[in-house]
Nanobody, 124 residues
Framework: QVQLVESGGGLVQAGDSLRLSCTAS????????MSWFRQAPGEERKFVAG????????LYANDVKGRFAISRDNAKITASRQMNSLTPADTAVYYC?????????????????WGPGTPVTVSS
């Protein structure tokens, strides 16, 4: 069992940067691939970025590649995501998710555990 809690969301202006963190509790955090998803109002939950169990492989959605960076620290049981050059299109609730696998995947249905989400609002 893994419990996830996101932090770092808030209201920012276009062009700003923001760092989201996901803290996990429970055993065997390093056994899980971790990913971030986001869900804008009226839209489906979409994959943003993922990182494999030991942090040496990352995966990004095309619309955030080059702007967002995902990382993890298994000793501190956190997975973070740096978001740069934010635009109003990045406004959404951001969710951290854990998959009992060595490799992150894009499909939300595959993930075993989810955090409650943290809202990010980017004003123009």
């Amino acid at each position: 069992q893994v419990q996830l809690v996101e932090s770092g969301g808030g209201l920012v202006q276009a062009g700003d940067s923001l760092r989201l963190s996901c803290t996990a509790s429970g055993r065997s955090f390093s056994s899980y691939a971790m990913s971030w998803f986001r869900q804008a109002p009226g839209e489906e939950r979409k994959f943003v970025a993922g990182i494999n169990w030991n942090g040496d492989t990352t995966l990004y959605a095309n619309d955030v590649k080059g702007r967002f960076a995902i990382s993890r620290d298994n000793a501190k049981i956190t997975a973070s995501r740096q978001m740069n050059s934010l635009t109003p299109a990045d406004t959404a609730v951001y969710y951290c998710a854990a998959l009992l696998s060595t490799v992150a995947v894009r499909g939300a249905d595959a993930y075993d555990y989810w955090g409650p989400g943290t809202p990010v609002t980017v004003s123009s």
